[in-house]
């Protein structure tokens, strides 16, 4: 795939203080691909330096052949704030088509974007009248004018109802298709979980993992958890076997090396006649991003 963004060495300091340290990474043509950091990581650092409204210390960066803040990178470039402000006099309609104007779109086309991102009932109401998940919508319409090869999202299902979060990543889904490159910013870890291609762990200013959610299980060596429900009666033959788990009522929680899980589904199912249910519970991207952060002292 053809890389869209490509950062190298990335420093950028503040008062002495690095927000930046070393950074080097790449997103793709039609990749989805999640920054993930606590408060003060340098995610914030990172995003306004694509889109060069600061510069790094030192470092390569390239936006698609480009440098950031060039003509060339601000036209292939789009932005979706976790706050989207606009104007509440306006409607919806008439903010979009302002700004497909001010890009150098056909303004024809502004009914259709907002449409698209779940707007069509609402657009001639005014946007003072809209929920913050509304606003949000019309922030990422904003974002698609003019089919961008580079969206950079920060939070950018801040304010959505749990079908409007769906049909987000949907929309993502069809637009990383088409071969345009997503980075987005989010704390909601269970929805990048599933939805994106590649993680980025910040911390302190740092790259601390990066990896398919596969990888990163692999690197972080977690405990595999297990959950054993038992036939009627057999509870107790089952905590024979397993001394160190937890009863659970029927069942039984319990924990093993990455290792050693085929070996314990392997005891487990020499027990199938004693055994009702089993379910498989892997470290879930909550965990793996606790992990690599508290390794690195946060």
Avoid: W
């Amino acid at each position: 795939m053809t890389s869209t963004l490509t950062i190298s060495h990335l420093t950028k300091s503040f008062g002495g203080v690095d927000a930046l340290s070393d950074v080097s990474l790449s997103v793709a043509s039609g990749e989805r691909v999640a920054l993930l950091g606590h408060n003060g990581a340098g995610k914030s650092t990172m995003m306004k330096i694509i889109l060069g409204l600061i510069a790094s210390d030192s470092g390569d960066i390239s936006v698609r052949g480009a440098s950031p803040g060039d003509a060339s990178a601000r036209s292939q470039v789009a932005y979706l704030p976790e706050n989207a402000a606009f104007h509440s006099a306006l409607t919806g309609l008439e903010q979009i088509t302002f700004y497909m104007r001010l890009r150098g779109v056909d303004p024809k086309g502004a009914l259709d974007l907002l449409a698209r991102v779940g707007l069509a009932d609402a657009a001639r109401r005014r946007i003072g009248t809209y929920s913050k998940g509304m606003r949000q919508r019309v922030g990422l319409a904003q974002a698609l004018i003019g089919q961008p090869r580079l969206l950079v999202l920060d939070e950018p299902t801040s304010g959505l109802d749990p079908v409007s979060r769906r049909d987000f990543y949907e929309l993502l889904d069809g637009l990383a298709a088409d071969g345009a490159a997503i980075l987005l910013s989010s704390h909601a870890l269970t929805e990048v979980e599933a939805r994106t291609d590649r993680l980025l762990i910040l911390s302190g200013g740092r790259m601390v993992a990066e990896g398919s959610l596969t990888d990163l299980r692999s690197e972080a060596a977690l405990p595999v958890a297990l959950h054993v429900t038992a036939m009627n009666g057999y509870t107790p033959d089952l905590m024979a076997a397993f001394p160190n788990a937890i009863q659970t009522g029927r069942g039984l929680y319990l924990t093993c090396p990455q290792q050693d899980k085929l070996a314990t589904l392997a005891r487990i199912s020499e027990m199938r006649g004693k055994v009702a249910d089993l379910e498989v519970i892997p470290p879930s991207l909550e965990d793996i991003y606790s992990h690599f952060s508290r390794r690195d002292g946060q």
